[in-house]
């Protein structure tokens, strides 16, 4: 073998560690360089995630909306040409209804936070299961800035950890690296509240003697200002206090859905926190 | 290398499309993983460490995890494919499967301890471990179909006119 191909798999392999390393180490130290090259990638490859999102929604309407129905017109020979117009326009309706129920529940949500926010729509999720975050069509062009609060009309969505061009980067508040001042409703006792992948969460270092009861609801405490105080992050799903330590282990169920996310606001003034509900 | 590697970047492109848009949140299959396993089947060393620059640099982009942990686990898949590959002469699709599942297992272990050092996870948790390999496993099972996709790529490479350096030109009569 000539000398120079006898080294040039191992000089690969070892250029490629170096490199790899390398970046994990910078990325550890947020460089500027790798963010840059992060928001390259989703520039690139979003907006095809947007068109072949925004295909699959129409030809999810074209189907409810037509194909559907002229099946159902060849089985149901006897219903007129009228009524199929009004079963069209009635899936229309009931599409346009079920946006418009949406979008009244965000134009509540923003009332509610009486701060000023951006609609943005979630076009992609990181599919893998070593995180949580989603992809929304809203970046530095609109305002949006790192840290920045997410919601929907539900309750907490999580916040803006990268912020591109025309996208922004959300942790959802079920990420391992999410964590958050939350308190119970009920009895106002405070915690951390931890994600824990999957769609969970847990609220730790709350203490045994505390009263925390499956059903309660968890709130933002809007101590630490990240997220608007009063806004709800979930519900107590379990509540544990037969484990070893000072602390009970409290299983926390997000209230929003956070694997089928649609339309979602940005608030766009971190550091203020909503009156009490 | 870059005709075949611009080929299975897109390749991996569409399959994170497909995850992201239909098997997102139902199905967890780590299917660019599989497609870089077999494309390190291949011969050429530099293409499969360059889709596993791409690939991973995708997946990073996406994930709230540091930019450069699915390039690492890019290299373990990459490093297992070259294994198989020399030492255990891989010519059965069943084998074939058998090593991806070994490559994804390794895989695993780099992404749960590199995960652990960074305070991401506590290590091989019971939940999460069955979840993982739940999707390992499922992973593994679609090695033929990822083959023949592969194999389909290459294909239509050689008939767009595309050649490995390595291979030899077709045979031509003399004086033709």
């Known amino acids: 073998m000539h000398p120079q191909g006898r080294y040039r798999t191992p000089l690969l392999l070892v250029l490629t560690l170096l490199l790899v390393f390398t970046v994990l180490s910078l990325s550890l130290k947020r460089s500027p360089a790798l963010r840059k090259v992060q928001g390259l990638v989703v520039a690139m490859t979003a907006p095809g995630l947007e068109g072949l999102s925004y295909v699959g929604r129409s030809a999810k309407q074209l189907w409810l909306g037509y194909f559907y129905l002229v099946g159902v017109r060849r089985q149901n020979a006897e219903l007129q040409r009228q009524l199929e117009e009004y079963k069209q326009r009635g899936v229309h309706f009931e599409e346009a209804e079920q946006a418009l129920t949406r979008l009244e529940g965000l134009l509540d949500l923003k009332r509610q936070v009486a701060l000023p926010v951006i609609g943005a729509r979630v ?7 070593w995180s949580s975050s989603a992809i929304i069509n809203q970046g530095k062009a609109q305002g949006v800035k790192e840290g920045l609060p997410v919601l929907a009309p539900q309750g907490i969505v999580g916040r803006i950890v990268e ?10 508040i079920v990420d391992r690296k999410s964590s958050a001042d939350a308190m ?5 006792v405070r915690g951390m509240l931890k994600g824990k992948g999957g769609n969970r969460g847990s609220l730790e270092f709350v203490p045994k003697s505390a009263d925390v009861q499956v059903g309660d609801l968890v709130l933002a405490s809007g ?10 992050f979930g519900k107590v799903t379990a509540a544990n206090k037969k484990n070893p330590g000072v602390f009970q282990e409290i299983e926390v169920t997000p209230s929003v859905d956070l694997s089928a996310l649609e339309e979602v606001l940005v608030v766009k003034v971190a550091t203020l926190t909503l009156s009490e509900p | 290398m870059i005709a075949p590697l611009i080929a299975f970047s897109l390749v991996g492109l569409l399959i994170f499309y497909v995850q992201t848009l239909v098997l ?5 299959l780590r299917l660019l993983a599989l497609l870089l396993f077999y494309v390190g089947l291949r011969p050429s060393l530099s293409l499969t460490l360059a889709l596993g620059l791409v690939l991973g640099c995708l997946q990073d982009s996406y994930a709230t995890t540091p930019q450069g942990l699915h390039w690492g686990a890019s290299l373990v898949l990459v490093a297992m494919a070259r294994f198989s590959r020399r030492r ?16 994804l297992a390794w895989q695993e272990v780099y992404l749960q301890l590199v995960t652990f050092m960074l305070g991401y996870q506590p290590l091989f948790s019971h939940d999460l471990t069955r979840v993982h390999g739940m999707e390992i496993l499922g992973t593994a099972a679609l090695g033929p179909l990822m083959h023949l996709l592969v194999q389909g790529v290459d294909d239509a490479l050689r008939r767009l006119g595309w050649r490995p350096r390595s291979e030899p030109m077709p045979y031509q009569p003399f004086g033709e």
């Open chain 1, 123 to 129: 076009i992609a999720y990181d599919p893998t299961l």
């Open chain 1, 163 to 172: 912020v591109y061009p025309e996208y922004s980067k959300v942790m959802l």
């Open chain 1, 184 to 188: 119970v409703q009920r009895t106002r």
């Open chain 1, 223 to 232: 101590l630490v200002g990240l997220y608007p105080k009063g806004l709800v």
């Open chain 2, 24 to 28: 997102f949140p139902y199905v967890h």
């Open chain 2, 88 to 103: 255990l002469l891989l010519q059965q699709l069943g084998f074939q499967a058998l090593a991806s599942l070994v490559a």
